[in-house]
């Protein structure tokens, strides 16, 4: 295969989950919402960024289930995990995204790891047994396993926490860096038995969101957890120590659902590499391999008239 490796991951994808004209080549299914986010005193400290500078920014989050197919049941294992992108508007009208989701750490340390990951799961297709190719890649990759050990089912999008699980550097006006890991937390976190979810409608998810924001606010904290010297950030298989100091950098106040979510979901594109001055990728080399692959799913779901 001569094609860059991002083409070869969303190929991969697609011969995994199949070709949804028009949808994403992963977290097909989601539900884009409103609202807006607030930086706190104590995130200045960490970085210089502009999304920390106290200013109210207006936020478009889009939650979603994993996988390649627009209408997985919510519950379902192929949905799990569930994310959720976070696109910043900045005073001056640029853009600035955070992408994350429902694991503690990820399954696979290179993007390589990822497409060989998406062509095993391929050679099993949903329902049927286990494929002697897939159980050879899961034996000879541990961490999958661990990785997907740490997934619950999630009474809602609202209920669950979202980690960033890419290191990221930041710089504050000081000139001092230091390297972190969003954790996106909400008030509370309920998961559901395998029966629970069982007994839940294909999109309870997606319907338990627009109820939430029909009768309220949902509300997120953003946080950092800070990486001490030695914690390695280019392998995102590795958790940092739960002991790790974590900051808060501010409230995320979801509070408005949109008319038109699918259309709404098809023009927006969410890059965990679209940051701002006062935050720079570090070495995780997932970083660039997601911006270059969202970027080709971009492209051909927005190829169908
Ligand atoms: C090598 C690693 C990864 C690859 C190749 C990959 C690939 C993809 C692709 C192709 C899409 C569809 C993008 C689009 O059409 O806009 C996607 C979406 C997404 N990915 Fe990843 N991903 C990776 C790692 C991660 C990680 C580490 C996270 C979370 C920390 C994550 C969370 C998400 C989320 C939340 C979406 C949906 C974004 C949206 O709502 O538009 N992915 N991923």
Redesign the pocket.
């Known amino acids: 295969e001569d094609a860059p490796v991002a083409v070869q991951?969303?190929d991969a994808?697609n011969k995994h989950f199949g070709v949804h004209p028009g949808y994403?080549?992963?977290?097909a299914k989601?539900i884009v919402v409103k609202g807006s986010f607030k930086g706190s005193p104590e995130a200045v400290a960490v970085s210089k960024s502009p999304l920390f500078a106290g200013e109210k920014l207006p936020v478009t989050v889009?939650f979603?289930d994993a996988g390649g197919l627009p209408d997985v049941h919510d519950a379902s294992p192929v949905a799990n995990?569930h994310?959720?992108?976070i696109k910043f508007h900045l005073p001056n009208g640029g853009e600035s995204d955070i992408?994350?989701?429902s694991?503690k750490f990820?399954p696979?340390a290179?993007?390589e790891e990822?497409?060989d990951l998406q062509l095993a799961a391929a050679t099993t297709p949903p329902g049927s047994p286990m494929s002697a190719q897939f159980k050879t890649f899961l034996a000879s990759h541990p961490s999958v396993g661990r990785a997907n050990a740490t997934l619950g089912i999630p009474a809602s999008f609202a209920d669950e926490q979202y980690?960033?699980?890419?290191a990221f550097v930041f710089t504050n006006r000081a000139g001092r860096k230091q390297a972190v890991r969003y954790i996106i937390e909400p008030e509370k976190i309920v998961h559901l038995s395998k029966e629970e979810g069982a007994k839940k409608s294909p999109n309870y998810l997606m319907d338990d969101l627009l109820v939430r924001l029909a009768k309220g606010v949902v509300t997120f904290h953003l946080k950092a957890q800070l990486a001490a010297a030695g914690d390695p950030t280019k392998d995102?298989t590795q958790p940092w120590p739960e002991d790790r100091k974590v900051v808060d950098l501010g409230v995320l106040t979801i509070d408005k659902s949109v008319a038109d979510s699918i259309a709404a979901?098809k023009e927006?594109?969410?890059l965990?590499g679209r940051l701002t001055d006062g935050i720079e990728p570090s070495d995780d080399p997932?970083i660039a391999?997601?911006d270059s692959?969202?970027a080709?799913?971009?492209g051909r779901?927005n190829l169908t008239p």
């Open positions: 991951i969303v994808l994403r080549a992963n977290h989601g889009r979603s995990p994310g959720m992108a992408v994350v989701n694991l990820f696979v290179t993007p990822f497409r980690y960033g699980i890419n995102p979901q927006l594109l969410f965990p997932l391999a997601r692959s969202y080709v799913s971009f779901r």
